[in-house]
């Protein structure tokens, strides 16, 4: 056989043993190099490939390779630069620019101008520091990371995509707080795809599409999450795409997340499908057990007292598919206990997981703000009326702190919930509670029975 048909023919096999997912992310680029003597070389695109394909899939290759009769004694993996599939929009005139650069070359910034104003913007609590790194989640840890060194040149776009909860939002945020550190005067800009979808409907009304579009054109670096929501939208598709194209073209880095591989977000362009999966798209899975439990203690860190093992088990064997959950949990339980002035314990766990269950799950923000008015023993008017005296306006700040962290709703979304015009009110608020909080033992105490009660 020739050397493609043997790894085709390898191919087929470990396409069937993995999930769709990992198969297209790991193994659909390589290709054999070099067969001699029990020598094999794969060619792969990536360093990260390379890697994977070394410590995780190294086994199943030499075994489905033997399988196959092919003498195996030592397996390499090579970073070659691959044939590139040409791309039915530019293909007829221009080649696509070549972004994969061998090493070393960096990209210049431009300067900020004005930054991302009234947008929604970064969150600074999205850190790599914070993040949990461990099976499920390392590769896509490792590509932002190596964005962050890189961008604009390695990994563009690159595309996370995976369940509801894992930390495709809290990756994409720390990609862009630490390129923010890096480059002060880069304009970085990060927008869920929903939000951008809304302004560009008001920009069409407003008739400022052309302010719109040279805003998210002039990007350094655009983070667009949840790209999923394009699905079915056809202008603002027409309008991702020429953003996408006029950054792309100028070596700025593009980060998208999505519940799903590009190829099967239904009613999406090919075209856009095409550029989504044309840098390095990396599937996202739920942390295993142990990395779970170690974002419980992580998240327990702010918290003084450290937590029983048995506890953490508990939670992470219990919530295994959503990260925010797990943290919801968790919050919970401590605020439960806090209130109580008990230890928590896994059979407190286990209860409020049970109470859990038969809550409705999302509370609205609303029901929010209403707990806390009442908490607070104001009503409900004031809380989200024009009053500025102190007993008011603490609480307000309150209800915009639970309301971000409980819901993760935007400062604009925040704002607008309590009768606020300027967002950087919510944003104030947030902070200064965040602030107090550490050293506040009452007002602790209060945001932990308000918590509570939202819950039973
Ligand atoms: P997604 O965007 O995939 O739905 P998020 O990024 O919003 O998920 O993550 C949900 C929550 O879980 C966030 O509060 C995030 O900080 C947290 N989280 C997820 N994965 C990790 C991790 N590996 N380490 C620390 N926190 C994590
Ligand atoms: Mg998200």
């Not at 023919?9 to 043993?17: D, K, S």
């Not at 590139?84 to 972004?99: F, R």
Request: hydrophobic share 40%; charged share 25%.
């Amino acid at each position: 056989m020739q050397q493609d048909e043997v790894w085709q023919a390898v191919l087929g096999e470990i396409e069937v043993t993995l999930s769709h997912g990992n198969f297209v992310t790991w193994f659909k680029n390589t290709r054999l190099v070099k067969r001699e003597d029990g020598e094999i070389v794969v060619g792969v695109t990536n360093p990260f490939i390379k890697q994977t394909l070394e410590k995780k899939y190294g086994d199943l290759i030499v075994k489905t390779l033997r399988k196959q009769g092919v003498k195996v004694e030592q397996v390499e993996y090579k970073t070659v630069s691959m044939p590139k599939v040409p791309d039915e929009q530019v293909a007829s005139t221009t080649q696509i620019p070549q972004l994969v650069t061998a090493s070393g070359s960096s990209v210049k910034f431009a300067s900020a101008g004005t930054t991302a104003g009234l947008r929604q913007s970064l969150n600074e609590r999205y850190t790599f520091d914070n993040f949990v790194v461990g099976d499920g989640n390392d590769l896509a840890f490792a590509a932002c990371q190596a964005v962050v060194t890189q961008p604009g040149t390695k990994y563009n776009p690159l595309y996370l995509y995976g369940g509801v909860g894992i930390g495709k939002t809290h990756l994409i945020q720390a990609v862009g707080n630490a390129l923010q550190s890096r480059h002060p005067d880069a304009k970085i800009l990060y927008i869920a795809t929903e939000q951008f979808v809304r302004e560009f409907v008001q920009a069409l009304r407003d008739r400022t599409a052309s302010n719109f579009a040279n805003f998210y054109r002039s990007a350094d670096v655009l983070i667009v999450d949840d790209v999923q929501f394009l699905a079915g939208k056809d202008k603002i598709q027409e309008e991702f795409f020429h953003t996408f194209n006029t950054l792309h073209q100028a070596n700025k880095q593009l980060i998208m997340s999505s519940d799903k591989p590009p190829s099967q977000i239904d009613n999406l362009e090919d075209r856009l499908k095409s550029r989504f999966a044309g840098g390095m798209s990396i599937d996202m899975q739920v942390p295993d057990f142990e990395t779970r439990c170690a974002i419980i203690q992580t998240k327990n860190e702010v918290n003084q007292s450290e937590l029983e093992p048995e506890v953490v088990e508990y939670l992470a064997s219990n919530i295994k598919t959503n990260i925010r959950e797990l943290e919801g949990a968790l919050n919970q339980l401590l605020a439960w206990c806090e209130v109580r002035g008990l230890t928590p314990t896994a059979a407190i766990a286990a209860n409020l997981l049970q109470i859990n269950k038969n809550r409705p799950k999302h509370l609205s923000a609303k029901q929010i703000i209403e707990r806390t008015a009442r908490h607070f023993q104001i009503p409900l008017e004031d809380i989200v009326g024009p009053k500025r005296d102190k007993d008011i306006v603490v609480p307000r700040q309150v209800a915009m702190y639970i309301l971000h962290e409980e819901l993760h709703l935007s400062y604009p979304k925040i704002a607008y919930e309590l009768g606020r015009k300027d967002h950087t009110t919510a944003m104030h608020s947030v902070r200064k509670i965040t602030k107090e909080l550490q050293v506040d033992a009452a007002l602790r105490s209060s945001l932990a029975e308000i918590k509570e009660y939202l819950y039973v």
